[in-house]
């Protein structure tokens, strides 16, 4: 089965080589060949794997595992968070939460048209499916932006943490790296605690272009986590929002 991914990226790695250099001979006045050492950037690819049904599975199973467990250590999760600030307010003012959902009716609009108009003749209104598709974009950004802020008023509680868990599962199972033409994990280890540690180990210790990949990694699948329909170019524009911003 031909495997699918959800994004593909490449990250310059810097290295020293020795690479040919051709230089006049000031004595002979001949050009000569010699082997000098510079440092020099290759590309690296990355691949994301689309996930299979398993992969799915496992991952719920593993946000399930993960919420137990906070529980047990006496964590409140989401609900009896929100229970708390429902009697206090909320999180979000009034004018807050409206806003939010006019973004997501707005959303589900642009996609209903968006599907219309492909079907109507996708070349014949490639300029209007343009332009939806960049103002989709920028609502998703402000979604999420919305979901951070959310996000740290309950970032400690147990439902986050066992969200965090899962994403680090979808990170270390669909993050690939390809070296000499052969795809392999991006993260080393036989089962997934230690890959798990070797992700900690690169984000810590690893070398810059590792870095950069997880950073990369880490932000397309969180974006795919919260945008399940985001296609190649829904991600492309939201890195280039990330970096630009």
Known sequence: MKTK??????V?????KQVEVNRKNKETGETETILQNKTVKTPVEFVIKKP????????????????????KKGIVTKDMLVKKYADTGGSLTEEETKDTLRKLQRS????????MLSATGKEKNK????????????IRKNLIDI?????????????ARAERSM??????????????????SFFDGLIYEDQLNNLYEKDEEGEDFEKEALNKLMLVVSYWFYNNQAGEKDIEEFLNQQEGG
């Not at 310059?12 to 020293?16: A, H, R």
């Open 127 to 138: 300029s209007e499916i343009e332009e939806l598709e960049l103002e989709l974009v920028q």
């Open 167 to 184: 994403l680090l599962w979808y990170a270390v199972q669909l993050g690939g790296i390809v070296e000499e033409g052969e795809e392999k």
């Open 52 to 71: 299979s049904r398993r992969i799915v599975d496992e991952a719920e199973a593993q946000y399930a595992i993960e919420l137990s467990k906070n529980i």
């Open 108 to 115: 589900n609009e642009i996609t209903n048209k968006v599907q």
């Open 147 to 159: 979901e951070m802020s959310v996000q740290s008023v309950y970032e400690h509680t147990a439902d």
């Open 5 to 10: 991914y959800i994004y593909k990226f490449q």
């Open 12 to 16: 310059n790695k810097s290295e020293k």
